[in-house]
């Protein structure tokens, strides 16, 4: 594996990291969650995996997989992954033609907390809730939201035991953009801190990051 990097990303197996990143960001796609940034000439979501969705074949728990910045996120392959040692914090495999997310940062951040697996789309109507939240709340305001069956798809929070049931309130808080993805570190880490059972950040006028113990309840959550 040393001597080759390409071997990090290689597999006919369909729930290895490389392979999964690729079938759900051209899900997503399907979803309309992909959107341009003409700013910066990018396509979302970059979606980060540590842990495998089933856990039938031997890898290391300390390489992060994440998806490149600047290209098509529906034609993404394989060989377009970055790897990075999470120890480290250095990375063992990099594509030279590409550049490595710059959402990077803020997937560590939720990888710090115990999260298996990290998504950041910008999704029109993560963006509109934003929006909405706002104009009632004002820019302090805390996306809520209860008596909804789509809830149920969300952990009660970090330590506990099952999903919200559906008179629960689900919090989610939102954070102001930045000019560059990068800067919002600080006050994604702040949101997670004060809301410490929240799966998610909504980015105003932005996205969302959603994070989870793996693959598959991170695209649940992101879904619900």
């Known amino acids: 594996m040393a001597g080759n990097p390409d071997s990090l990303v290689v597999s006919s197996d369909p729930g290895h ?5 690729c079938e759900l960001c051209r899900k997503f796609y399907t979803l309309g969650w992909v959107r341009m940034n003409p700013a910066a000439d990018q396509f979302t979501p970059p979606l980060t995996g540590r842990r495998p969705l089933q856990g039938h074949w031997d890898w290391r728990r300390d390489h992060i997989y994440i998806a490149p910045s600047g290209v ?5 392959q394989p060989t377009d992954m970055f790897v990075l040692n999470y120890d480290t914090k250095a990375y063992i495999r990099r594509p030279t033609s590409l550049k490595p997310s ?6 560590l951040a939720a990888f710090d907390r115990g999260a298996g697996a990290c998504i950041h ?18 820019p302090s305001g805390c996306f809520e939201i ?5 809830i149920k798809g969300i952990p009660k929070g970090r330590g ?5 049931g559906y008179f629960d309130t689900l919090r989610v808080p939102i ?3 930045t000019a560059h993805e990068e800067d919002l570190t ?28 793996d693959v598959a309840k991170t695209k649940t959550q992101a879904e619900s």
């Open 160 to 164: 506990k035991v099952g999903n919200l």
């Open 146 to 150: 209860s008596n909804i069956e789509q």
């Open 17 to 21: 990291p490389a392979n999964q990143i």
């Open 121 to 138: 789309s910008h999704s029109q109507w993560a963006v509109l809730v934003t929006l909405l939240v706002e104009q009632e709340k004002g």
């Open 72 to 76: 098509q996120k529906e034609l993404l």
């Open 102 to 107: 710059a959402c990077t940062p803020l997937f």
């Open 175 to 177: 954070i102001e953009n």
């Open 186 to 213: 600080e006050a994604l880490e702040a949101a997670m801190e004060k809301y410490p059972d929240t799966y998610a950040v909504l980015v105003r006028r932005h996205g969302v990051y959603v994070w989870g113990d």
